[in-house]
């Protein structure tokens, strides 16, 4: 029983020695040491092992601008983080998911993660974190609403305009909120 132990804090070690380098050099060397690293981990069931791979990989992939990879490596990190209670981390990946989904223009997607996150800052009483993921989950849903305003707008200005004064009203989605579109400018 005492091997697993002894294998996990070496892992966790190779973990750090693994970070170090990836801070000298470019990130594309280090994926082959990283997955290995994941593999080892997932082998002797250290989550939190598994959990700073992730991280570690998605970095990496997000550095070579590769954010669909890295996405889903800190998907992984989610669902690891989201089952073992480590409630930090968690909040850390949904604040990066939400950030790499604004920057691939996946508003609806951005404005689940940072919103997970606000509720994980909100639980965790972490202020900082908390005023930062309001903010990115009110930019995301700001990217979120401007096509939508965009086309009321470009259609009937009257009409689009009025439909935006009543969506300030009553602050519903905008693809169920009022429009301004009538019957009579459809025909």
Known sequence: ????????????????????????????????????????CKHFGNDQGVGLACEALARSYESLGDLENAIAHLEQYVEVTGKDGMQSQLARACSAIGQMCNSLGDYERAVEYFSRCYKLCTQLDDKESLHSSRVQCGIARGHHFTDHF??????????????????????????????????EDNS
């Open 1 to 40: 029983m005492r091997w697993p132990r002894k294998a996990a804090i070496l892992i966790k070690k190779v973990y750090h020695v693994i970070e170090s380098v990836m801070l000298m050099k470019p990130y594309k060397n280090h994926k082959q040491l990283l997955r290995l690293y994941l593999e080892k």
């Open 150 to 183: 965009s086309q009321s707008i470009s259609g009937s200005l009257v009409a689009g305009i009025q439909g935006l004064v009543a969506w300030k009203d009553i602050r519903e989605d905008p693809s169920t909120a009022v429009t301004g579109d009538t019957d």
